[in-house]
């Protein structure tokens, strides 16, 4: 049986979203080391003011990550971070070997634009999955995945079963994880120099819902407030080794691998 299965989704949304995938587009690395990587690119829902939700999906091995960038529109250092991994793995195409990645570099444009870290009908998108300790308002919806971009970030989750997700926030300055990820969490730790802390499980969060209820490691990467101010090549300077190591757990990656 499926870990991932939200059975609040209308049929219809998901079925649109297994034909993005078959017509999504492929291309390829401008340079691979051992080959071109199986990449599909493509938009994975409409945000409330219809704008696009954009995934990459690199590899096409079992073992699955995701990524997710701006679940928070004014959390936005997450989202150079996706995009230069995505960069990185296509050009580094071995640390793809029997993995999958599926990054979201941006889960809440509307909020993005307007610099909110809510989305466009002011629900914090960090608060609206299924989870047990849920609460329905204004500020967290009424419902479990009442929102186009979380039901997005759900149908995701259902199509590729990922064995760990990585969030990037802000401004905490450090890593907290849910479910079996402290190993991982450290690890990330080690690399980049931000603590290990646990914050407790949010009303709704994609913590409480993925780590909490469903037992699936994830870690929650709080950047600091001021790195939205560095520019992705400083943050991939600073925080690039541990994002590929999550990718690549339970191996190893030497810090000045991760270097181009």
Known sequence: MLRFVVTSL???AVAGLALALLA???TAPRRGSEGPPTINHFVAGLSVLKRPIECHVLGDGDDVVMIVGTIHGDETAGTSLARRLSD???IHS???AGRRVVIIPVANPDGMVKNTRGNANGVDLNRNFPAANRENNDKYGWT???EPESQALAQLMDIYQPGRI???HQPLACIDYDGPAEDLARRMSDLCKLPVKKLGTRPGSMGAF???DLGVPIITFELPRAADKDSEEQLWEKYGDALV???VWPDEVKAELVRW
């Open 94 to 96: 071995h640390r793809l």
């Open 88 to 90: 990185h793995l296509q």
């Open 245 to 247: 190591a999550a990718v």
């Open 210 to 212: 993925v780590g909490g």
């Open 10 to 12: 209308r049929p219809f």
């Open 24 to 26: 999504g587009c492929q």
């Open 144 to 146: 479990g995945l009442s």
């Open 166 to 168: 990585i969030t990037l």
